[in-house]
């Protein structure tokens, strides 16, 4: 059972284009709800993460849009570069039985074309 | 500051061997999990601890046994390795147990079952 779907599975993107990863969930126990950055060969990083009591968090050329009633949440890349070329993962959060759990989109594949 | 270390970084075993992945942090974290990732499926928990001498089972964690031996290392133990165990291993930490405390993850182990 995915809890958190995520789409599309890969993308690519012009360099200054605007690229856009979509995910939904279903449990609305989860309170945060982060997104990795994972280059090749290295091991998922955090890179910007929204509360669901916030529509929209930015951070630099990203921002998170968060659309708690439709229980979506998207990923935008503004000026997109080729050294955002990584796979994104979003994921869902909660305290559960004494520990976090995250549960993961299955990733999207980002390639930036210069 | 290393953060979160992985060894060993590739591994190829035989059906039925075991073999242990390591994993140390130097963050003094109070919790470590670890992932397995395979293509098209996101991050799956196996194996987490919410603190020194405490473990639990997370979504897969059939066939696999962890350890968590001090407050820095926790190692995950195939007995018997089979061809379904073939992915890409990843040891994260957290500061707490809390929703919001980001993953740190290590750069993964990459095994391969024949």
């Known amino acids: 059972q995915q809890q958190v779907k995520q789409s599309p599975q890969s993308l690519i993107v012009q360099k200054g284009g605007i690229s856009i990863i979509n995910c939904a969930y279903e449990?609305?126990?989860?309170?945060?709800f982060p997104w990795y950055q994972q280059f090749p060969g290295k091991g998922p990083a955090l890179l910007i993460a929204?509360?669901?009591?916030?529509s929209e968090k930015k951070e630099g050329r990203f921002t998170i849009s968060f659309n708690k009633s439709a229980k979506q949440f998207s990923l935008h890349i503004m000026d997109s570069q080729p050294g955002d070329s990584a796979t994104y993962f979003c994921?869902?959060?909660?305290?559960?039985?004494?520990?976090?759990?995250?549960?993961f989109g299955t990733g999207t594949k980002l390639q930036v074309i210069p | 500051n290393a953060g979160v270390t992985q060894t060993p970084k590739f591994q190829v075993l035989k059906t039925g061997q075991s073999m242990t992945l390591q994993c140390a942090q130097d963050?003094?974290?109070?919790?470590m999990y670890w992932y397995r990732q395979d293509p098209g499926m996101g991050l799956r928990l196996i194996y987490y601890?919410?603190?020194?001498?405490?473990?639990d089972k997370g979504e897969v964690p059939n066939g696999y046994n962890v350890s968590r031996l001090n407050k820095r290392e926790f190692s995950l133990r195939l007995e018997s390795a089979a061809p379904s165990q073939t992915s890409v291993y990843f040891c994260?930490?957290?500061?707490?147990?809390?929703?919001?405390?980001?993953?740190?993850f290590g750069n993964g182990t990459r095994l391969t079952v024949t």
């Open positions: 994260a930490s957290s500061e707490e147990r809390n929703y919001n405390s980001p993953l740190h």
């Open positions: 929204i509360r669901p009591d916030v």
């Open positions: 963050m003094n974290h109070n919790s």
């Open positions: 601890s919410a603190s020194e001498g405490t473990t």
């Open positions: 994921a869902a959060s909660g305290t559960s039985g004494g520990y976090q759990k995250v549960t």
């Open positions: 449990n609305t126990a989860f309170d945060y």
